[in-house]
């Protein structure tokens, strides 16, 4: 778990051309016809070295979240590839009854992936107690048999910083950001090597966020934990990640280390989304140029062509109307999908 | 009220509720001003009381289980928790205005925009159906709905959550208030749409003269938007000032910890955050003295003992720590 990162070293983690497509609705017309689809996740590829985080950001809609489930096989991607360590672990699903399911080895690669959610309230069963949310883990792969569970499941606390004389209690007895504490201790509870953090400090105080990122921070050390960051608050993402990937309906549109995509963005959408955060400065804030979006997020039932972000982009051409931009390199680990950058 | 600019006074609001075993003291003491044509912002993390002190202003709690042991809200010469119902009801939605950080709150599912935001003409202004129909569109059009005289005719779902957010704007400036509060109205946005939003109530608030109440926890939405800031904790404001004296020289530990808590674009990454420590107050069972002392890294016997008054360093710059009463 601790071999030393080299950039020889294959990655941890590599997505290719990965596609999420959710079919809506029933099948349009008697005859059936094509149902409409949303394509959530259309042709992302990334790669995370062991011990990097990677921090997803966009806004509602964009695909963030399918990006993280679909790479932990939470669902199934519809097309693309998913390697973990160099397994397609994409293709460790198995079709019984008409519905696809995990096999034996992704059931087992849980163990070294796992995933923290957004709302601490929805994710934690309310009918059990903290010992058996975090043992269950633990008794589902027969770790720490017996009476050392509990000693286990009071160490999980500590480290997360719980007080482990609390291991009784139940979730609602706990606050929003001891509870987002206890979810961690679930996701690390099997020392996985991946972690994906869905939105993870969105849902508390700001006080209590600050909290949480340094717990991440801290156990991303001693851990030596490899995570995908996925937030809509560009600040928290660029906080903790090492480098960023923007998103746009579906789409990595711009891929950089942390410092110089907000320094140096390229992307017209990415240029927009930093000027949109507020800083807490208000001299600051009255001499910024704010680029101001028109319209709204086009639906990604019916994304338009070309250019995705052509709709609302302030520097658009015919070009980007008719052809679609690729993710390309124009700097040494730095990637945009814009045909004017 | 001594500056005639000032439109909405609060003196020592407190809004308790009574549940089955205690009492809970969700504003404690509040008191501030509004001047026509600024913005002030009231920060806060839930819990603080910040919605609750808006939603006492326009008597829109029950009571039971809200009460108010004491306050004065001075609104034109009237106080408006002792005027009868009737003649709060007229100025609700006419001269004091609320939106919301959910549109679906304050929007009917089951009627169109346009019978939502006729009503609002229809028995405020007593307009004819004609002309609340036609101010109605233009209000719309105003805040920036293209197309407003077809989409006026649709329900609140067929429209995007940031265009839900302009049609609930629309609604609450129909009469074009004296007072809009602004309860966390972006929370809900993406940025980009947020700085839209945050945009048009700047823009509106100019044109109209009106006062902003913007309630919100972000403190990048209070330094972007707003004239004055009020720190509220537990139920308190405990410090308040211009925004740029706030901001340039907070004095109250809580500022303090907020300021160095947040994750900044403008930083290197990597920094430690400065976390405040422990969690914010239950307010069934308050700690006593200065409600901040138990997460107060400069917390003396005296903060434990007795609650901190409110000290101005300036005239228009105070807060309540016994800290600034020696420095000061």
Not at chain 1, 128 to 140: D, S
Not at chain 1, 175 to 188: K, L
Not at chain 2, 78 to 97: N, S, T, V
């Amino acid at each position: 778990m601790n071999e030393p990162a080299s950039t020889s070293a294959p990655p941890l983690l590599e997505v290719r051309d990965l596609a999420v497509r959710f079919p809506v609705g029933r099948t349009a017309g008697l005859i059936g016809g094509p149902a409409a689809e949303v394509r959530a996740v259309d042709g992302v590829s990334v790669s995370l070295a062991r011990g990097e985080t990677l921090g997803l950001v966009g806004e509602s809609g964009c695909g963030k979240s399918t990006t993280g489930r679909a790479v932990l096989q939470l669902v199934r991607p519809s097309a693309g590839s998913v390697r973990f360590q160099g397994e397609p672990i994409h293709e460790w699903w198995v079709r019984r009854g008409g519905r696809w399911q995990w096999d034996h080895r992704l059931r087992n690669l849980r163990r070294r992936m796992q995933m923290i959610f957004q709302d601490p309230y929805a994710s934690l069963n309310p009918r059990m107690t903290v010992e058996a949310i975090l043992g269950e883990p633990l008794r589902n792969f027969r770790i720490a048999p017996g009476g050392r569970q509990r000693q286990r499941v009071q160490r999980l606390m500590e480290t997360v910083g719980l007080d482990p004389r609390f291991i009784r209690r139940y979730p609602h007895e706990f606050s929003g950001g001891q509870r987002q504490r206890i979810g961690i201790a679930r996701a690390i509870a099997l020392e996985p090597e991946l972690i994906v953090a869905d939105e993870p400090v969105s849902a508390l105080d700001v006080s209590i966020q600050a909290q949480i990122l340094n717990l991440l921070a801290r156990l991303r050390a001693d851990l030596g934990l490899t995570m995908l960051f996925i937030a809509h608050d560009l600040a928290a993402v660029r906080h903790i990640s090492d480098r960023i990937a923007v998103m746009y309906l579906g789409r990595i549109v711009e891929l950089a280390a942390a410092r110089e995509i907000t320094a140096a963005p390229l992307h017209p959408y990415t240029k927009a989304l930093i000027s949109a955060v507020p800083l807490p400065d208000p001299a600051g804030e009255r001499s910024r140029r704010r680029i101001v979006l028109s319209g709204d997020l086009p639906s990604p039932m019916n994304p338009p062509p070309g250019c995705p972000f052509h709709t609302r982009c302030p520097l658009r051409e015919d070009r980007c109307i008719r052809e679609e931009p690729q993710l390309r390199d124009v700097a040494p680990g730095h990637q945009v999908a814009c045909h004017l950058a | 009220m001594a500056n005639p600019d000032v439109v909405l006074e609060i003196r020592d609001l407190r809004t308790f509720f009574r549940t089955d075993d205690h009492l809970v003291k969700a504003v404690d003491g509040l008191s501030f001003s509004v001047r026509r044509g600024e913005t002030l912002g009231i920060v806060g993390e839930s819990g603080s009381g910040k919605s609750v002190a808006c939603l006492s202003a326009l008597r829109l709690l029950p009571t039971p289980p809200a009460f108010h042991p004491s306050g004065v809200i001075r609104y034109g010469g009237d106080d408006l928790l002792r005027i009868p119902e009737r003649a709060i009801e007229r100025l609700r939605g006419d001269r004091l205005a609320m939106i919301f950080q959910d549109p679906m709150t304050s929007l009917n599912p089951y009627l169109t925009v346009a019978r939502q935001l006729t009503e609002v003409l229809e028995v405020h202004k007593r307009a004819s159906p004609s002309a609340a129909r036609q101010g109605a569109v233009a209000m719309l059009e105003r805040v920036g709905i293209p197309d407003a005289a077809r989409r006026i005719d649709q329900y609140p779902h067929q429209f995007s959550g940031g265009m839900r957010q302009r049609v609930m704007i629309a609604m609450a400036l129909l009469c074009e208030p004296d007072v809009l509060f602004a309860d966390e109205p972006t929370t809900a946005l993406d940025v980009t749409i947020q700085a839209q939003i945050l945009e048009l109530i700047a823009e509106l608030r100019e044109a109209l003269g009106m006062a902003v109440v913007l309630v919100t926890h972000d403190l990048g939405v209070v330094a972007g938007t707003t004239d004055r800031v009020a720190v509220m904790y537990a139920g308190r404001i405990v410090e308040e000032g211009g925004t740029d004296e706030v901001f340039a020289r907070p004095l109250h530990p809580y500022t303090r910890g907020l300021l160095a808590s947040m994750p900044r674009i403008d930083t290197p990454p990597g920094t430690v955050l400065e976390a405040i420590p422990g969690l914010p107050p239950d307010l069934g069972h308050p700690p006593g003295g200065c409600p901040f002392h138990p997460r107060c890294p400069q917390a003396t016997d005296r903060c434990r003992r007795d609650r901190p008054p409110a000290v101005a360093v300036s005239p228009t710059h105070r807060a309540a720590c016994f800290e600034v009463e020696v420095a000061g």
